[in-house]
């Protein structure tokens, strides 16, 4: 069996997303998710360009030597556009594999480790009061874990919660918004949101909260500390992971566990937080983090310092970089939960896929390779449209990390 052909397939049912397809001269085909939020068009082009024609001809079993080819063979390595692209080769040639076996694509990552992959959802509100409401709806639902972001005074919006009612999608058309921020405000708020959460709730639910880089270590070890009666599952992104020594002044003073790595893109943006026990799970996603062949490298890295996975899973992964979770969820020992952000029925009608939700737990099915087709038609009716994430400055007007 041979590459025979591929393309990128840019689509936007509500929002964009890049789709590599990979073709084999035995009609076999697979699917790699290459979007990257708010830089889909350099993805396509390093694919277009440089990636695609060094693929045709080879055998597309050879995940690992394509993978290492892909990675040392172009000397400048890393990066969220290259990363990504490789990951949309790599994700693709694991569900050609499978297909080709027929078999899913966790039985080539040594089979099931459990029967479900729980998954967490996202809670919202403008108040506490709302959030609540919100809560119950997603309890009602089924989910077992609930991250829970809501709006304060002292600051128009913040990260999680949508300017009006509906979904929550941070990418806005056009160019990027500009939001206003003050940390003092949410720091005072956040413990309070949690202390009516658990009254209204009580101890079963798992509880997670997004403080999205926004603090420095300090400001997040205290929110760590106030939060430790509530037992949280996680706080996550505390704080920017750049200076990853930071983790080590948050884990000094608290108890309350901490997940980061979404925007990471290798090992070694987590050598140091793992090798370190600085955090306790990992949220590298496989379409940024280089694909399942990187991954399970991470993975099995983080396992030996009791470091779990938690990966991302936003509206801007598509179903197929879902359904490679999934799959890579299903097998690994270390698994410890995976964000669910359910896509738009427009985007579901573009990716059909084979996962399901029930009980507050995901199931890959168990369809030969990944389980997630692309309707091409269909997606053509959907063209690629100029979107952004916003843009966060202080309240004097500084830049600040959004």
Known sequence: MKIRNAFVNITSPGRNFVTLKIETDEGIYGLGDGTLNGRELAVASYLSDHLIPCLIGRDPFQTEDIWQYLYRGAYWRRGPVTMASIAAVDVALWDIKGKALNTPVYNLLGGRSRQGVMVYAHANGKDITHAIEDVERHRQLGYRAIRVQSGFSGNKSTYGVPKATGRYEPAERGLPSEYDWATEPYLRHVPKLFERVRDHFGEDLHLLHDCHHRLTPIEAAGLGKELEPYHLFWIEDPVPAEFEEGYRIIREHTTTPIATG??????????DLIRNQWIDYIRMTIVHGGGITHLKKVAD???????????????????VTMAAALHFNTAINNFGIQEHMPHSEETDAVFSHNYTFKDGYMFPGDAPGLGVDLDENLAAQYPYQRAYLPINRKLDGTLADW
């Open 301 to 319: 890295f983080a396992a030996l310092y009791h470091v779990r996975t938690g990966f991302h899973g936003a509206t801007d992964l598509s179903p």
């Open 262 to 271: 979404e925007v990471f893109n290798s090992i070694w943006d987590a050598h």
